[in-house]
């Protein structure tokens, strides 16, 4: 019993520590500090949005990359997540955020609170290939330093279907 509790507090016994497992993939990244890539303030106004994916290994607007996103009532805090770029606002990339939760089924409730979402199905953004859709009342600053990898290029249509969503969306 007493080596059980040395282990657990850390006291005595091996000094051993775990190893650290990670592997590579869309897991959280670390925190950022306040002003550094990923921690952007959020952006308020009207997008231009351009489609202009580029196979060149740098993010554009058009593609579905992994970046981190900060929480709304946290921004200190956060997670690494998908999103669809969008547009840029000079040197800085706007998104869109993207989940695999369905929202239809909370329609009502995400209405209340000020959200809304457009399908845009299925792609190779996802290891799991489960449909996803797109939030069009939070537009994200990106840094493109923050960009950690390219998902995928959206179907031009399906971008046009999204940003006119956007546009509708907020009276653009």
């Known amino acids: 019993m007493h080596a059980l509790l040395r282990t ?57 990359v992994w970046t981190w996103v900060p929480y709304e009532e946290d921004p200190r805090q956060g997670k690494d997540r998908p999103v669809l770029l969008v ?11 993207l989940t695999s939760k369905d929202h239809d089924r909370d329609a009502a409730a995400q209405a209340r609170q000020g959200r809304a979402w457009t399908d845009i199905g299925s792609g190779p953004w996802d290891r799991q290939g489960r449909p996803s859709e797109v939030r069009l009342d939070r537009v994200l600053r990106v840094d493109p330093a923050a960009v950690r990898r390219e998902g995928a290029v959206l179907p031009p249509d399906v971008f046009r279907r999204v940003t006119d969503s956007l546009a509708q969306h907020h009276g653009w």
């Open 87 to 97: 547009g840029r606002d000079g040197p800085v990339l706007l998104a869109l955020p």
């Open 8 to 64: 657990l507090t850390g006291r005595g016994g091996s000094r051993t520590r775990p190893t650290d497992r990670r592997t590579p993939g869309p897991s959280p990244a670390p925190v950022p500090a306040r002003g550094a890539p990923g921690a952007l303030p959020d952006h308020t106004g009207p997008v231009r949005t351009q489609y202009s994916p580029s196979p060149d290994g740098r993010p554009d607007p058009g593609e579905i």
